[in-house]
């Protein structure tokens, strides 16, 4: 990853933002400490497995219906 100041990112922002887009990890250090990480788009999202996770949550989900949260805490004490 390669890390540049937060002046120099103002400065070369639009080439910042185009080598992310190639690929490539861009982080930005304030006072030398990392502040954030500039990545693809394409990098960071993969929207199958995001779907995948919501549709698992759903189906672990179903195995409650019917049962209050109520039921749940009560649950937990004994």
Not at 13 to 41: D, M, N, Q
Not at 49 to 61: D, P, Q, V
């Amino acid at each position: 990853m390669r890390k540049v100041g937060l002046f120099e990112a103002k400065q070369k922002l639009s080439e910042l933002v185009e080598r992310a887009a190639s690929g490539e990890r861009i982080g930005i250090t304030r006072r030398g400490k990392l502040a954030a990480v500039i990545v693809s788009v394409k990098e960071e999202y993969d929207l199958c497995g995001i779907f995948e996770s919501l549709e698992g949550i759903r189906r672990r989900a179903r195995q409650f219906k019917g049962v209050s949260v109520k039921d749940l805490i009560e649950e937990g004490r004994s």
